[in-house]
Structure formats: structure tokens, C-alpha cells
């Protein structure tokens, strides 16, 4: 039997895919960005849920909920879909890069994305990202097949997929909007087509459906925490792409690098080979173009909107970066000669180790697990637990009640839901738990009357409890100002007992006077 050599190649390169992406899955803890995406799974589906907790990106939570009635809440069975959804993108962009160019650009671009540092890094999370990555994947497959066949199913395919977008993450609005722009200005003939025009309609239906059923509180007015662009966001954009970038498109930690050089390395080498593939000729210098608008559109789209609403996160732009890699393999696949082609992609996979290691033995993220194991062995029975900040209740109360799926049922980013109200203020078993409030660019005044009021109610409840202990766990997201105050406070009406420090979280243990 004849063995297919591409196939092979193809093969190798999904094995080293998974491999990437299966190794240390389960190695992290659940951190707060996963913690959000398994509470909002774990409520009720109904009209209200829908609503005021999935409405704005509700596909993946949905899937998330389903799957983890089957196969639980641990940590390497809720990010495994992430890792599948990567592998499945790995086979797509060849796809893709067959259909701009051949086979060889296919498997470039496939080794691309699975070598990639931050498609790595965000194929481990309990997230929506590689999903999204490979429905865009999906989604320009057969935008491009349109192009070059026009066949009704590819029409088909290609609406159904865009609507799957949409329903994803609002960023996917852009690869809309990018798909439209080439159209009309690089496929004139084509966009006469009217399949294409009633299939935009039908998207748009869609679209108004998802943005009248969206909760716009969520969507628009809790970014305090987005920082505006400026060209050093644009640069750290590109620097993600290339290594992972100082915190994989992330916003609450730096990674340190002591051998920059590895790093500075790749992210020259990876954009030297960008600019050859920009310039590189194409067999349809239209396609060029089309990667061309795939990657900048979205970019530039965030931008502009960041001037009214703060929306430019680098974690979101995954959706342009298999055409950074496309355009990447176009300019690899320039040096023609297959050895020297190998040797390219060998270094790049050789320096690209270094912040590899990064992901898989160091963790940044405030570490709630070993705080919630701590407090779950010396808490007592009746015991009060003050958590700051209140939006740090979710990734505490997965590790602190785990395996218990069902404690984490009316769950939301700043309490539980009682009534449709949300308090910070709630029984969880035995215990109390209590949020203070996150300052959120309102003042530290806004904080200290927070603590004040509860304190005061803790006060009263103290005096009827059979429990003198109150335990706080304080993280980084804080601030040292509102830390001082928090601390200050108790010190001067509780006993401070003991002090443990954990990788972003302090925890005290008071007990009154």
C-alpha cells in the first residue's frame, strides 16, 4: 500500500500538536477567568440565566454546561475541549493554507499554529478561544472555496459558521465585517453574487437577535479594568503572536524571561519571514489581500472602538492568528529549497522551547487552590470567610467546595443570586462567606464603606455565633492601598492569629476580642 507523504507530515504534525497541548493540562489550577466559564455553565438554563449570565457569548457555556454533566468539573476533563478544538485547528489550517496555495503552505502554517506559544497556552484554559479559533478557521475555509467555486453549499457553510461565531464572542463581528471588506474590494465580480447578499441578511437577523438578547452591562460597561491602546499594544500583539508575548494576551502579570535573547530571537526571526511573506508574490495576489484584512481588520476594528468603549484585549485577537502564521509560512515557503524550509521550522521549534517551559512549569495566576485547601483544613465549623475581592469568590469557592458541582449554582461574578438579586454577602454550607467590594476606578472610599458596612454586620453576627473566627483572604487585585485600609481595620477591633502567604492571595485569621 502506498503511504501518502503529506498525510504523514500531517499526521506527525497533530501528534505534536496534542502532545503540546496535552502535556501538564491538569498541572494549574483553576484560575478566575476558567472559574467564570465553569459557574456560568453550572446554572440553570432558562430565560432569565440566558439573559443576565450566557446572553453576550452563550455557545461555548452552553457546550461547557453539557459537557460537564458528563464528565464532571476537574480540571484536565473541563479544559480537554479547548485541546480538541486546537488539534481540529491544526487539520483546518491546512485546509485553508491548501486552498490559497498548496499542500507544502498547509503544513507550514499547520506546524505554525501547533508550535504556537499562545495558542498553546490558551488551548489549557476552560475558555472559548480555540473554539473560536476554529470556527474562524471554518468560517474562511469556505469563504475562500466561495471565491474560487461557486457552489451553494459553500454559502451554506459558510453562514452557518459565521453565526456560530457570533454567538461565541463579540469579537467575531469582526471576521464578519473583514470577509465583507475583501469582497468588495478585491472580489468585485463575485460580491454581484446575490447568495452572498441574501446570506449577509440572514447573518444580520442573527446578529440583531444576539445583540437585543445580550446583557450590554457586561458586554460594555464592565471594562474598567481595559487599558486603551497605543503602539506599544500593537507591538506586544505582535510579540504574543510570535513567543506568547510577556503574558499570553493576558492582563494581571508579566512573565520574566531571563534569557531575552531566546525571545527577542523568535520574535525577530518570526517577523522578518512576516514581511517576506507580505511581499512574497501569491498565485492570486488577491488571496494576499485577503490575509492581509483577515489579520489587520479585527486589529484595527479594536482599536477604533477603544476609543469610545475599551475593547482591545490581545486574548481576543487569537482570531487573526493563523493568518499571522499563513502569512508567516508564505515567507518560509519562499526559501523554496525543502532542507532549508525543514531547518527554518526546526529553529523556530527549537527557540520556541524556552517559553514553552514557561507554561508548563510556572504559573502566574493567583493561586486560590492552595488558599482553599489551607483554609478547607484549619477552618472551623461556623467560621467567617471574607474574600477581596468579591469577584475572586468564583475561582475560591471551585476549589474550596470541589468536587461539589452543584455549590457553585446561582454563582455570579460579584456574589449569589437570591431572587435575582446578587448579594456578597451569603451561607455556603457551614461556613459565611463575605466579598469586599473591588475599588474598580471608584475610590478607595467607595471600598472603605464596603468593608465598614460588613464588618459592622459581622460584628452582629459575632456576638450570637458560637464561632470567634474570621478568616481573610486577600489577593493582589486588591490594591495596596485598599489592602492597608482592609487589614488595618480588623487589626483594630479583631485578634490577628496567624498570617499565610500564597502566589497572589494573603490569608489572615482574626478572632475577636
Known sequence: ??????????????????????????????????????????????????????????????????WSKIFGIGAFWLRFPSVIFAILSLMVVYLVGKEIADKKLGLIASFLLAISCFHIYHSQQ?????????????????????????????YVINTLFNILIIFVHPYGLTIIIAQNISLLLMFRKEILRKRWFYCQIIIMFFILIWFFTSNKTRMFYNTWWIHSPNLNSILETFQTFSYGG?????????????????????????????????????????????????????????????FFVPAYLIKHLIIVLPAYYLIVAFGIYRLKKNSIIFLSLFLLFLLAIYPMKKIYLEDYNIDWKQTAEFLRKNIGRNDIILISTTAEITPFLYHFTFPNASSLKDIDTYGKLYNREIRSIFNQGNYLIVGLAQNQSRGIDFVRNDVEKKIKYIKDILGNSKSDNIWLAISRWTGVPEEEFIIGYLENIFNKDIRVKFRGVTVYKYHKS
Open 246 to 306: 510577556p503574558r499570553y494576551g493576558l492582563d494581571d502579570y508579566r512573565i520574566i524571561f531571563r534569557f531575552p535573547v531566546f525571545i527577542m530571537a523568535l520574535f525577530i526571526l518570526y517577523n522578518a519571514l512576516f514581511i517576506i511573506g507580505l511581499i512574497d508574490r501569491y498565485a492570486d495576489k488577491r488571496l494576499k489581500f485577503l490575509l492581509i484584512f483577515w489579520l489587520f481588520i479585527p486589529i484595527a476594528i479594536a482599536s477604533v472602538v477603544s
Open 1 to 66: 500500500m502506498k503511504i501518502n507523504r503529506t498525510s504523514c507530515i500531517l499526521l506527525i504534525i497533530l501528534i505534536l500538536g496534542a502532545i503540546l497541548r496535552l502535556y501538564g493540562l491538569a498541572a494549574h489550577g483553576i484560575w478566575y477567568d476558567e472559574a467564570r466559564s465553569v459557574v456560568m455553565s453550572q446554572n440553570d438554563l432558562n430565560m432569565h440565566s440566558y439573559l443576565s449570565i450566557f446572553s453576550y457569548k452563550p455557545l461555548y457555556f452552553l457546550f461547557l454546561k453539557l
Open 126 to 154: 476552560v475558555r472559548q478561544y480555540t473554539m473560536l479559533v476554529l470556527l474562524v478557521l471554518l468560517s474562511y475555509l469556505y469563504f475562500i472555496r466561495i471565491i474560487k467555486q461557486d457552489n451553494s453549499l459553500n
